[in-house]
């Protein structure tokens, strides 16, 4: 159920670097422009094995294949979320945009929806909570 | 059964613990983008 580390980014930013959930941002830029860029939202499935499942994605990718990526100054911003290690939903939130400003929305994005991807993807996968 | 055991939801402290980080991280990654000569004056509108 893991999912494929972010391929080759130049920068990689994992926050935090220890704990159940985490948020993971790759990043290229080229020439003062950034060219790709994933925020992917992680959680700890199996410690034992250290697994780990993505709960939610933004990316962007101005020169992958289109089937495969996607072009937030051509399509906007969209996050797909994942269950069972499957994308089971892709959402559009944002109209074209730079793709610096999109990075920044996603952040803002994942930040202000953290708890509720969390929660969902617990109720999902059968981790139930402690209290009801 | 060790790994169901190990199944346990994230606590509220853990998410505060998540946000914090974020938080910081968000700062490194600004920098990390001026440094490379990418527009960030979008990023300063940091306010909560």
């Known amino acids: 159920m893991t999912d494929r580390a972010p391929r080759g980014y130049d920068r990689l930013f994992v926050a935090p670097e220890h704990g159940p959930v985490r948020r993971r941002i790759g990043l290229d830029i080229e020439r003062g422009k950034v060219t790709r860029f994933l925020v992917q939202l992680e959680y700890l499935i199996d410690p034992i094995a250290d697994e780990w499942a993505t709960v939610v994605r933004y990316d962007h990718d101005a020169e992958g294949a289109p089937e495969a990526s996607h072009d937030v100054t051509e399509e906007g911003l969209h996050i797909d979320v994942y269950r069972e290690g499957e994308k089971v939903d892709t959402h559009e939130l944002t109209p074209p945009l730079p793709a610096n400003k999109a990075l920044k929305v996603a952040e803002d994005h994942l930040a202000a929806h953290l708890e509720g991807y969390v929660h969902r993807f617990e109720q999902w996968h059968g981790i139930k909570r402690g209290d009801r | ?48």
């Open chain 2, 1 to 48: 059964m060790a790994r169901d055991q190990a199944r346990r939801p994230v606590t509220d402290e853990t998410l505060a613990n998540v946000r914090k980080a974020m938080r910081k991280q968000r700062k490194e990654l600004r920098d990390y983008l001026a440094e490379h000569g990418v527009d960030v004056s979008a990023w300063h509108e940091d306010d909560e």
